[in-house]
């Protein structure tokens, strides 16, 4: 009796993503993409593209158009289909259908829900199902929640993932798709177990900063892609008429700055960094001494550029005190003493449209904001704020609200009562990163109705000063007990 051998099934599966920076390319570019997808597309084995997002902001570029010019640059790739992070939020869910509109191919989350149109944010899809050949992949993208506090959505309503998933599972299996596969940034016990009862067939996932250490440490049948590992590809094989399927999945090395350049979408690369340039590369100031910006610094403690951003709003608007948060600070870079310090260079830093706000505030809404500042100092939360005209011990021993010890405002102990000015973003005064006792101050009264960028008023101290040499002052200190 002769065996009849189960039909086999093969797929490869680019996911990139996590590539907000047109202009960096240590790590692999969108003209490098762009060439594997070539590559892989010439072959005879099915090829799916999914463009992670985390890639619409911010920038420079994205400053000024709001993402625009990636969705441009993908559009000369064709993926399959993007699905969303919390970074395809900075510039309001607006403009984000925007986006979507300018896109040739779909947006996709499946657990956010708009009041307007009683259904899905306008432009994005719910669930996407991938048809190449004779296969058929069905995709759930999962969007974090915390993207309502930390973006300050007006009306997007991000829903608990378990029942949505559940739901999508079952609308997938009943189009008859070959595999599922579930995108997140999240990492949660539950989409584990998911993988385990093969629910779905394999997760993607962009990996937050904070966690990217471990980019190369896929966990089983999750595969991740992060800022120093952009893309990713899959090589997927199973049998078709099998329950279970036996899924192989191969992942081979990818040497991603080696790749060629794709002559279309590096052409237009270099014109939306030409554009930049001519826009932003005029010197505006010196650096009087090394200056580091990395992420893991600017959310931790006190720096120097810290001080230059807090000190400029403060100075702008002539208040007691200032404050920054870490999360406005992006650049993620270092400057040599003498370096030229240009108008990209602060867009970089400061790539948010964040405006100043005046506030008056007392002594214990100063001692609360500051409480929240290092609550979750040890998760490099961009809530982390850099200040001016102040200073302030805390301790990582004590619980989260009994961490600051001592605080001194113009060198004199805070006074809970007292009534002060503070200069801060937009952002905040709204309640951004968790910020509510904000929520519950006066706005200072100003002369003009429209405040300037942050970024426009750090450009202008430097052009004042020339000279900038910024240091740290021990505005912040942390007491080991």
């Known amino acids: 009796m002769s065996v009849v051998a189960a039909e086999k099934k093969h797929l490869t599966l680019v996911y990139a993503g996590n590539m907000p920076d047109i202009g960096i390319s240590t790590y692999g570019t969108y003209s490098n993409l762009a060439s594997l997808l ?118 997007l309503q991000v829903i608990e993932p378990r029942e949505v998933i559940q739901r999508r599972i079952a609308f997938l299996r009943a189009q008859k798709v070959d595999l599922i596969v579930l995108t997140y940034a999240k990492d949660r016990d539950y989409y584990h177990t998911l993988l385990a009862e093969n ?48 899924l192989t999945i191969d992942v081979p090395k990818l040497n991603r700055t080696s790749l060629p350049e794709n002559p279309t979408t590096s052409l237009l690369v270099k ?3 030409q554009r930049l340039k001519r826009l932003l590369n005029q010197q505006i100031g010196v650096w009087g001494n090394q200056i580091y910006t990395s992420r893991n610094l600017v959310r931790t403690q006190e720096i120097p550029f810290g001080n230059l951003v807090a000190d400029s709003i403060k100075d702008y608007l002539q208040t007691d005190i200032a404050f920054v948060n870490a999360g406005d600070i992006r650049g993620d870079k270092s400057y040599n003493k003498g370096d030229p310090i240009t108008r990209h260079d602060v867009i970089t830093e400061l790539p948010f449209r964040n405006t100043i706000t005046g506030l008056l505030i007392t002594g214990e809404q100063i001692k609360k904001a500051l409480e929240h500042s290092v609550s979750q100092i040890q998760d490099f939360n961009g809530r982390f704020l850099q200040v001016s005209g102040l200073s302030f011990t805390y301790t990582l021993e004590n619980p989260v609200n009994e961490r600051v010890q001592t605080v001194l405002i ?12 503070l200069a801060i973003s937009n952002y905040l005064a709204n309640g951004g990163d968790g910020y509510d006792v904000f929520l519950n101050t006066k706005r200072q009264q100003t002369n003009s109705q429209k405040q300037p960028l942050i970024s426009e008023v750090v450009t202008r101290s430097i052009q004042r000063q020339q000279y900038i040499s910024p240091r740290t002052e021990n505005r912040i200190k942390r007491i080991v007990k």
């Not at 640059?73 to 984000?96: A, H, Q």
């Not at 509109?101 to 829900?113: D, G, K, Q, R």
């Not at 113009?410 to 000015?421: C, D, H, L, V």
């Open 38 to 155: 070539d590559t892989l597309r010439a072959g005879e084995t099915p090829t799916i593209f999914a463009f992670a997002g985390g890639s619409l902001g911010p920038s420079p570029l994205s400053s000024l158009d709001k993402g625009s010019h990636v969705i441009d640059i993908l559009n000369t790739l064709e993926p399959d289909l993007m699905t969303l992070t919390k970074r395809e939020f900075s510039y309001t869910e607006d403009e984000l259908t925007l986006r979507s509109y300018e896109a040739a191919f779909p947006l996709v989350c499946s657990n956010i829900y708009d009041p307007l149109t009683l259904n899905n944010l306008e432009g994005i899809s719910s669930t996407y199902i991938a048809e190449k050949n004779d296969i058929k992949v069905g995709f759930i993208s999962i969007l974090d929640e915390e993207v309502v506090t930390e973006y300050l959505l007006k009306r």
């Open 199 to 246: 629910q779905i067939d394999l997760a993607l996932r962009v990996l937050p900063t904070s966690e990217q250490n471990s980019a190369f440490q896929q966990a089983s049948k999750i595969y991740s892609v992060a800022t120093r590992a952009p893309f990713v590809l899959l090589q997927i094989h199973w049998e078709a008429d099998s329950e279970d399927k036996n």
């Open 271 to 273: 014109k939306y960094n």
């Open 410 to 421: 113009n060198k004199e102990p805070i006074i809970p009562s007292k009534t002060y000015t």
